[in-house]
């Protein structure tokens, strides 16, 4: 097919040129004086994009899945109990390696569709037998990708205060992180861990960390066996700019881009821009008459869209129609949501007219797949959203030069 693909998964994310440049490189020696100027000015950088002065960024050549086992191999040790809310397939999943490395986890089953209720972790909290048995950790997926759903973080670190419980709070921002407001320091995460192939718009292949002070105690005392995951060699490493296993070197390069492009547009204004854009999304879901999984509006995530299809439609129809005919990828429903969802990807490196042109494809294949889609309602209702917003932004602008 002519023209560029649509790829409006939730991630990996689309490559800004900037950042294809940026990388597009004979590759260095890692052991040069250059590349560790690299990385020790741009480890600082990217805690910016945590929000946190206090943690130390740490990263890996994996992916998010391997972001889960460097954050609980050095925090917990076998045996150790941790709390987790199944909202979710990534929420299974990250309970799944907790338990692979021997850890006890206690998994409150939830809706597929709904956020962490704070209020029930504080009940869990309170409820917890204390001493050796006490919760080690309450692991929270701020984004859950499966169902589109953003879980309040802030309220989760007042239930742990509330109920004076000094578990750690770890949390997945795989889907959130440079797209969704999310302040490490200001709600005293312990560790926050992503990929690179999201919100920070780079291929896959970069686990990121940031790690807290009390994180960093957990580590040095005690944890899991582990030797490529351990955290405190890297970050001693880390202080001369160099690693101790090649690290992914291009791929930095493209994270110095990536991490400059987000300071230079802003954190806010980013966060920002997936507001504006999300809004236009749902608003095409509301006039395709179709439902969000997330039913409530306080949690639906500004990064992606799970789109429920009418009974008998199958999800996975609608997304081979859009792929074969349209060239538009869009993510599939994944666990026991398969064949009842489609996800629309809208995070990274995205503007007002891909958006359009998405849900341009995304109604072309709703109607062929025999949804009833009046053609261009998705698209005007985006299209009204997007200049409702423009609006908004643009008349306190106005009022002042007047
Ligand atoms: N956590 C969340 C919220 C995710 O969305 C994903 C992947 O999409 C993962 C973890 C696993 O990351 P990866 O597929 O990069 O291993």
Redesign the pocket.
Known sequence: MSGRPFLQI??PTNVPDRILRAMDRPVVDHRSPEFGQLVKALLPDVAKVFKSETGKVVLYP???????EAALVNTLAPGDRVLIFNN????T??AEAARNLGIEVDEVPLRWGQGVPADLVEVKLRADAGGAAAYKAVLV??????TGVTSDVLAVRKALDAAGHDALLIV?????LASIDFRMDEWRVDVT??????GLMLP?GM?LLCVGPRALEAGQSGGSRRNFWDWNRIIADNATGFYPYTPATLLLFGLREAVTMLLEEGLDDVFGRHERLASGVRAAVDAWGLKNLCEDPSEVSNSLTAVVTPDGIDSGEVMKIARERYDLALGVGLGRIRGKVFRIGHLGALNELEVLGTLGGVEMALAEAGVPVELGSGVAAAQRSFVAGRQAVATPVAAASR
Do not use: C, Y
Not at 172 to 176: G, K, M, Y
């Open positions: 939730p991630g994996a992916s998010g899945t391997g972001a889960w979710g397939h990534f929420a999943l990250f997926v701020h984004n859950e990708t499966s997945d921002t795989v889907s959130s861990l992503t990929g690179s192939q999201k896959p686990a």
